[in-house]
């Protein structure tokens, strides 16, 4: 499976919008982009995921780069309850190999 | 989407002793279901594939002797952690997925300590 490279953390205010960057320069063409965040002693949770388009959904936004090498999952707003790890994955196969994630701390 | 419920959701246990964890999926029909590891302050780290009917797929360094998998029916898979010993105290979760590239759907996790 292609690698992704995420930050190790990022902070954020709450209310304020927050980009999340996840490199794959390894992408191969089939490879779908998934996100998932994790909460404190929960299992992962669905973000979003897509091919090569932009996607939009309640939660968040992913942005993808035209040579699909990077992307960036926003949230518009974001709340304490979006305190989590999120994690960046390339979907190549029926397995989902988790990355190191990136820790976001919404502070008040 | 699917419902994954996991039981127990915390269990502690005498070294030596053998535990099982249930993973269900309550609205949907998965002939595979994941299983994960992940110790504290560290990613999920897959430990096999369970199959339906047939053998688990096991990833690499997974000792398939000490954890055994069960998947009986389609709504049913059981991970069975044997001879528990403290370094196998860890946060076990189960997840089924549609499809590829599809969204996946993870249990609650079962927080396992071996003492």
């Known amino acids: 499976d292609a690698k992704t490279t995420q930050p190790n953390s990022m902070e954020s205010n709450e209310e304020e919008p927050v980009h999340l960057p996840c490199n794959h320069s390894?992408?191969?063409?089939?490879?779908?982009i998934h996100w998932y965040r994790q909460l404190p002693s929960q299992g992962p949770e669905y973000v979003i995921h897509?091919?090569?388009s932009n996607v939009n959904n309640r939660m968040a936004s992913l942005a993808i780069a035209e040579d699909r090498k990077s992307s960036t999952l926003i949230l518009h707003r974001a709340t304490l309850r979006d305190a989590a790890v999120y994690y960046c994955?390339?979907?190549?196969?029926?397995?989902?190999?988790f990355g190191t994630g990136t820790r976001l701390q919404v502070f008040p | 989407g699917a419902v994954v419920s996991q039981h127990p959701s915390r269990v502690i246990c005498k070294s030596g002793t053998s535990v099982k964890i249930e993973c269900r999926s309550l609205?949907?029909?998965?002939?595979?279901m994941f299983w994960y590891r992940q110790f504290p302050k560290q990613s999920l780290m897959l430990m096999a594939t369970?199959?339906?009917?047939?053998?688990?797929?096991?990833e690499q360094g997974v000792e398939k002797d000490k954890f055994l998998i069960n998947h009986a029916s389609l709504t049913l898979s059981t991970l069975t952690v044997t001879s528990a010993h403290p370094e196998d105290s860890s946060f076990y979760i189960c997840?089924?997925?549609?499809?590829?590239?599809?969204?996946?759907?993870f249990g609650q996790g079962t927080r396992l300590t071996v003492v």
């Open positions: 609205d949907f029909q998965a002939t595979t």
């Open positions: 390894t992408i191969s063409g089939t490879d779908y």
């Open positions: 369970s199959n339906e009917g047939s053998k688990a797929t096991y």
């Open positions: 994955i390339l979907g190549g196969s029926d397995k989902l190999i």
């Open positions: 997840s089924v997925r549609h499809g590829r590239n599809t969204e996946a759907f």
């Open positions: 897509g091919l090569t």
